[in-house]
């Protein structure tokens, strides 16, 4: 058997089956160098096992624990606890409320197809009113002039009539005669 | 004392006690995992932490086909890696201390102190010396004894790639320990 390092150091290990332990103790017996290898695996060993085990400062486990266990907060947590325990969301609304102070008048504006539609709307309406209201000052005056009849111009206005129909009259007998 | 099986189906259960039982028992050795890792005790401690976070949420899909320190040593290197690589954005990011400089535990407490008086300081520094993927290899196969077929699992990479990780430390740390006596 050749040299084999891979298969030396699972020995040195204990990670070999029993047939393959027996062969690398053959080899052992036979080879000097692997045994300085296994001597020097052996030795330090020794060394770093022999230095102290080093103990946790506190206890991480509990610490882990409430972690774990506090979890997300719930509604009333999170109202209840003060803004500075929430950095993140407090950087996130002070944000927005800038971004709302800024953008504000933009919001008010409306869009240019609404004032269009209510240029429109207003024209048509400004019409229809004009319409509406014409047609009211032509009702209160048909009513005005239906309800209070000035006798005086009547008078004149038939008067006229009687004088013109009289002289239609005279000026057809008068006709009537040189026909005649 | 229960076995971790036990444990576990009882944390999968529901049973938040028992998922605290059984993380308390890998607590010291994630903990000294993390710190041979990163050579921080800061980042050690918040990647442990994070660590069990992570092991606490995923329990619930953790199969029994797999070995449990193994899964959740592989949870402890990638939350060692990005303490790692946070700690070096934010260095370079703030012209901070180096990588190497890291590695050298930096604000060590009193129990650290008398840790390190009684261990030899050579080889530590000797460790110290290792790459990570290195240092990683030697300290699961020799401090939390880990066959290699579940530390190449751990590491994503294969068994050959962490066998010869081992020989290179062995050759440096033999090296190193010469030097130094």
Redesign the interface.
């Known amino acids: 058997m050749n040299c084999d ?2 298969m030396l ?2 020995y040195w ?3 070999l089956s029993e047939q393959e332990a027996l062969q690398i103790e053959e080899h052992l017996a036979e080879c000097a160098t692997c045994r300085q290898e296994l001597a ?2 052996r030795a ?2 020794e ?3 022999g ?15 409430c ?3 506090k979890g997300r907060p719930s509604v009333l947590q999170f109202i209840c606890k003060p803004a500075v325990a929430y950095p993140a969301v407090g950087a996130i609304a002070m944000a927005a409320a800038v971004l709302i102070v800024i953008m504000g008048p933009w919001f008010n504006k409306p869009p240019a197809i609404t004032v269009a539609s209510s240029h429109a709307t207003r024209q048509t309406a400004m019409a229809l009113y004009t319409k509406v209201s014409n047609a009211n000052r032509y009702a209160t005056a048909q009513r005005a002039s239906s309800s209070r009849t000035n006798f005086r111009a009547r008078t004149g206005y038939l008067t006229k009539r009687i004088q013109l129909a009289k002289r239609r009259s005279f000026s057809r007998s008068k006709t009537y005669r040189i026909e005649r | 004392m229960q076995a971790d099986k036990h444990l576990i189906r009882q944390a999968q259960g529901g049973d938040k006690q028992a998922a605290e039982t059984l993380f308390r028992r890998y607590q010291d050795n994630i903990f000294g995992f993390l710190l041979r890792m990163t050579g921080n005790r800061d980042v050690a401690a918040d990647a442990t932490q994070e660590t069990f976070v992570r092991s606490f949420k995923g329990l619930s899909g953790y199969k029994e086909q797999n070995v449990f320190k193994s899964w959740l040593f592989r949870i402890a290197r990638n939350e060692g890696l990005r303490g790692l690589k946070k700690r070096t954005r934010m260095d370079a990011s703030g012209g901070g201390e180096a990588m190497t400089e890291l590695m050298a535990d930096s604000s060590p407490g009193p129990g650290e102190i008398y840790e390190q008086r009684q261990m030899s300081a050579v080889l530590e520094d000797a460790l110290k010396a290792l790459t990570n993927e290195e240092r990683q290899v030697v300290h699961l196969r020799l401090k939390e004894d880990i066959p290699f077929r579940e530390i190449a699992k751990i590491m994503d990479c294969p068994l050959n790639t962490a066998i010869s990780r081992m020989h290179v430390a062995k050759k440096k740390l033999t090296c190193l320990m010469v030097r130094e006596d």
């Open positions: 390092i891979t150091t699972l290990s204990g990670e020097e695996l330090m060993d060394m770093v096992t230095t102290p085990q080093r103990t946790a400062p506190c206890d991480f486990v509990s610490m882990a624990s972690h774990v266990t």
